[in-house]
Each structure stands twice: as structure tokens, then as C-alpha cells.
């Protein structure tokens, strides 16, 4: 009978999935998305985007996410719910960016006028008007001198889970500090989008949850805690700006009056929020080491649940906190669903087109590839955009899909392989994770059988979970994890797609390409 609400904010849309959990039963009884670019044209965002001149800068709009949640809540609302049955709330956001605000903000947060709409009176308290997001690249000279400050790339990825990457919220905070020092000095809090968010709902400034802190160059990763070195060489007097952090099963406190009065919502318990790759390793069920998880969203991530942090030596992966209480690896691509959307528009293509084209080329493309880096790369790391090709005509249409959806998948394999992970099955999930001609590419790659998932948004349903294991625990009435992932969180066994024995012997071969002219065009850079 208890409800139970998952939100994902993530780059393109805003998310809610409600489960109802009664003992052995599991429900989804309620699913709604909201797209930033369709339904709030207002901000003028290209997915999720706001127009930039720099391709290295890539930030969005806090108002938005809060115009989008108080639109979502009100559907909730009116969507045929029993509301008094309603118990706890949390939340999934995309990761890294994140939200200035200034003294004050506490105030309006707690006392928030439930007849006008909450982003207009947030306005008022922002310090910075707009929010770098986790494609950004500009802070390539940042991350340099945070790391030099610390005693080294070992040193941080050592401490933190990663080396010091431009998108993560250190390096961002350190550039802003040192642009706008009278806006950072102004700043009081420095929310990250997931924290942000879970302070708007419980009407109070949030914790962040060590999922979400790892990815800032700020935590210390067994301690989950700020790790004094990196906050001294980010910015100064950042501690007293950052929130605290507390385990992913926090109850931070109740849904506010604001929520209460604008919608009839009941006092439900606001848990802390996490980012969305550590909801969706619990959305996707994997709560024990062995399996990978590839989410094919905005990004395209390869993620994996640790028992102890193994960090890359290689520089490309990182460790983050699951909200577990252990720990994930993952890599992450940032040309992934743009990319192929690229490849898709420039053909005048539709998904199903798009998959046909796919389809109707052979395994391995005859020997032809391109490097996929429509947008600045995170793996691996290339600032300045180009896509290169070999043997292959740009204006050669299928050539073009079968090489990008390869590219991709060679790209995800070999740079996950600092995981240690033998591969045998993967869990899709993502936007482009219905697409099961993609899903053959990938498991004739890795040699891997590849699921699908009933609730298609792994983050979001996560999030529900997680509201439903943290209001359990704090109710006495603890969950194991394996429980909570239980039917909801498992792949759908008929959707197995099966690898091809011939094609992933061809693959073998051009793995081995593929790696080389990365890294000829790498050395060139
Ligand atoms: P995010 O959570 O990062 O906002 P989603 O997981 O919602 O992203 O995925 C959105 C993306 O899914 C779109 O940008 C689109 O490119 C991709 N997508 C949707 N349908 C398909 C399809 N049939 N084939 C390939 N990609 C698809
Ligand atoms: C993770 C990352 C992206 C974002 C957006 O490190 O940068 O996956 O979380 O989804």
C-alpha cells in the first residue's frame, strides 16, 4: 500500500516513477516525463543545454529544474493517486553540476509562498544565474593546478576515486572563483543539481550523498568525507560553502509546507538524493560485483558495482560511492546519444531508418571506423571536438551509423577494462537502450549477452528504491538490499540478446584497429 516517489533529473528531462511495495508485491503505478527543450521553451535550452558560443562550455539553468519539478509534483498530484498513502520521496540528477546560492537562501527555502510559483521566488537568492553541467570541458588549467596543489594525479585519484576530470565540481567551483571572485564570495552554499534539488523539497539546505560527492575532487573516497587538501587547493573559504555529507539513506525531512499547500501533498519523508549513475546501479539490481551495467542516456556510461575502491591506473575510470555503502566503477563518454543523433539528423534519418541502415551493413564495416568526438570527449579526454575516419566517406549514410555505434561500443569495451570485470552479461539501459539493433552491436562486441529492462528510466526507479530502503531503515524496519532490487530492478529474461561467435571474432580484430588509431590520433593532439 505505501508509496514510494523517484525523481531524475537528468540532462534533457525531468523524471517520476511511484512504486507501491506491500510485502512480496511490487508496483509501478505512476510514470510521467517532462522534456526541458519541449515543455519549458522558455530557458531556450538544446538538450538540456543552454546556446553557447564556447563548445567547451556546457551549463544550464537551475530555474529550470525548479520550474520543472514544481510542474511535475502538480502532475503527480492530479494523477489519480491515493496521496495519503504517500510515504518518502527521493531523487536521481545528472552529475557534477552544480547550484550557487546566496545567504538567505535557507529563509526562502522553508518559507516559500505556496501561491506563487518557487522558481521565481529562488531567483532572488542565486548567486551565479546559471550552473556548468557535466559536458563541460572548460577547465582543463583548473584541473591542472588542483592537482599540482594535492601532490599529484595518483595522489587525487588515489583519495577521491579519479584524477582531476573538467566536469567534475571542483575544478568548475575553481573556475568561477577565479572569474567571478566577488560572485563566489557572495556564494553561502554550493549545492550539487541532486542536493539542489532535495533542498527545494524538504524545504531546508540537504546533504550530499557520497555517490554523487565523488564526483567532485572534493571527497575522500573510504572516509566520505571533504578531503582538506583538494578543498584548500579548489578555491578558499570553500568548506564552509559545501553541505555536509551523510550516507545515501538519510532522511533529511519532510516534504515542506510549500509542497504541502501549492499541491495537497502529504509530509512524506524527503530522503537524500544521489546522482544518477549510483540510482541506477541499485535501479538496475546490481548490488553485488560480477555484473556491468551500460546506460546509454545523454552519456554513455559502463558501471559496475565494487566491493573495495580498485582506482584506474589508467586515468580514464573513476570510483564513486554506491549507495550502498560500497562502492561502483564506471567509465563515462560524452558523445554518446548526441553522437548518434549527429550521425542520424545528418542522414535525414528516423531511429527506425537509423536501425535498418544499421542492420543492412556488415559486422565490422568492412574495416572502416570513425572516432566519435562530436562533442568535447571525457574518454578519452579530447577538448577540442573532430571526428575522424578512416576509410569510411562522410556522406557514405549506413557506413556512418554501423561505424559510430561501433566506435562507441569498441570505446565503451576497451576503456572499462581497468574495471577487472569479466564480462558475460550486461544490463542496457537508457534512452537508446530500446533499440535493440544497438544492443546486437554490443554484445557481438563485448561477447556478452545484453538485457532490457521493464521501467526503461533505471535511475529513476532506483531513486523510488532507495526512498523506499531509507524510509524502511528509518522506520526500524531495514530492508536488505537484495529485497529491495527484488522484480522491479531485474532485467527482463526474453529480452536476452545473444552475441554472434563470427562477428565477435571479427571484432576481436578490429578492437585491436580501433585502439590504435585512437591512439595515433591521440599523440597528434
Ligand atoms: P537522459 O536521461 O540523459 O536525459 P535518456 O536516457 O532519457 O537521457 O535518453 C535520451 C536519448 O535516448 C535521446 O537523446 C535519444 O538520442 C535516445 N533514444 C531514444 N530512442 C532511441 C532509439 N530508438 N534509438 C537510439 N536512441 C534513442
Ligand atoms: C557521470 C557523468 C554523466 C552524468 C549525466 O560521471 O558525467 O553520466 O551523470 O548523466
Not at 523524471?15 to 510521467?32: H, L
Not at 504517500?86 to 547550484?99: I, L, N, R, T
Amino acid at each position: 500500500m505505501p508509496l514510494y516517489l523517484g525523481l531524475d533529473s537528468s540532462t534533457q528531462s525531468l523524471t517520476a516513477v511511484v512504486v507501491d511495495i506491500e510485502g512480496d508485491r511490487r508496483e509501478v503505478v505512476f510514470q510521467s516525463s517532462l522534456s526541458f527543450d519541449r515543455d519549458l521553451p522558455q530557458y531556450g535550452t538544446r538538450h538540456g543545454v543552454l546556446p553557447n558560443r564556447n563548445p567547451a562550455i556546457s551549463q544550464s539553468s537551475a530555474l529550470m529544474w525548479t520550474e520543472a519539478l514544481d510542474v511535475m509534483l502538480g502532475r503527480i498530484a492530479s494523477g489519480g493517486l491515493d496521496l495519503s498513502r504517500f510515504v518518502a520521496v527521493s531523487g536521481s540528477a545528472q552529475q557534477h553540476g552544480s547550484v550557487y546560492l546566496g545567504a538567505g537562501a535557507e529563509i526562502v527555502l522553508a518559507n516559500a509562498d505556496p501561491g506563487r510559483p518557487l522558481h521565481e521566488q529562488i531567483k532572488s537568492v542565486l548567486s551565479r544565474n546559471v550552473s556548468p553541467i557535466w559536458l563541460d570541458a572548460s577547465t582543463s588549467i583548473e584541473c591542472a593546478e588542483i592537482t599540482a596543489a594535492v601532490g599529484g594525479a595518483d595522489m587525487l585519484a588515489k583519495t577521491t576515486g579519479s584524477r582531476a576530470f573538467e566536469r567534475f565540481t571542483g575544478p568548475q567551483i575553481r573556475r568561477f572563483f577565479k572569474q567571478e571572485p566577488a560572485a563566489y564570495a557572495g556564494t553561502d552554499r554550493i549545492h550539487l543539481v541532486s542536493s539542489f534539488l532535495a533542498s527545494l523539497l524538504a524545504g531546508q539546505h540537504a546533504p550530499i550523498d557520497p555517490g554523487d560527492g565523488s564526483g567532485m575532487n572534493l571527497m575522500d573516497l573510504r572516509a566520505s568525507a571533504w578531503w582538506t587538501p583538494a578543498v584548500e587547493a579548489t578555491a578558499p573559504g570553500l568548506l564552509a560553502k559545501l553541505p555536509t555529507i551523510r550516507p545515501s539513506r538519510t532522511v533529511i525531512g519532510t516534504l515542506s509546507p510549500y509542497w504541502q499547500r501549492r499541491h495537497g501533498l502529504p509530509a512524506a519523508r524527503v530522503l537524500a538524493w544521489s546522482g544518477d549513475n549510483p540510482c541506477s546501479l541499485i535501479g538496475t539490481g546490481l548490488v553485488r560485483e560480477g555484473i556491468v551495467a551500460i546506460s546509454m542516456g545523454t552519456s554513455d556510461v559502463i558501471f559496475g558495482p565494487m566491493r573495495e575502491p580498485r582506482v584506474d591506473t589508467t586515468g580514464t575510470g573513476h570510483v564513486f560511492g554506491s549507495p550502498t555503502g560500497e562502492f561502483m566503477g564506471l567509465t563515462v563518454f560524452s558523445n554518446g546519444s548526441l553522437a548518434r543523433e549527429r550521425v542520424r539528423d545528418a542522414f535525414g534519418l528516423s531511429w527506425k531508418t537509423f536501425s535498418a541502415a544499421l542492420e543492412a551493413t556488415p559486422p565490422g564495416n568492412d574495416g572502416r571506423t570513425l572516432l566519435p568526438w562530436f562533442v568535447p570527449e571525457i574518454t578519452p579526454s579530447v577538448v577540442s571536438p573532430a571526428v575522424h575516419r578512416f576509410g569510411l566517406e562522410a556522406d557514405d549514410g549506413p557506413g556512418n551509423v554501423r561505424a559510430i555505434i561501433e566506435a562507441q561500443q569498441m570505446a565503451l569495451a576497451s576503456h572499462s577494462r581497468w574495471m577487472e570485470v569479466d564480462v558475460k552479461t550486461i544490463y542496457a539501459t537508457g534512452g537508446a537502450a530500446t533499440n535493440r539493433s544497438i544492443l546486437q552491436v554490443m554484445a557481438d562486441i563485448f561477447g556478452a549477452d545484453v538485457y532490457q529492462f521493464e521501467v526503461g528510466n533505471t535511475a529513476c526507479l532506483g531513486a523510488a528504491l532507495r526512498a523506499f530502503h531509507g524510509e524502511r531503515t528509518a522506520s526500524g524496519q531495514p530492508v536488505d538490499w537484495d529485497d529491495v532490487v527484488r522484480e522491479l530492478a531485474e532485467p527482463v529474461a526474453s529480452t536476452r540478446v545473444r552475441p554472434d561467435p563470427r562477428s565477435h571474432a571479427i571484432y576481436r580484430d578490429l578492437m585491436a584497429v580501433y585502439a590504435a588509431r585512437e591512439a595515433e590520433i591521440l599523440s597528434r593532439l
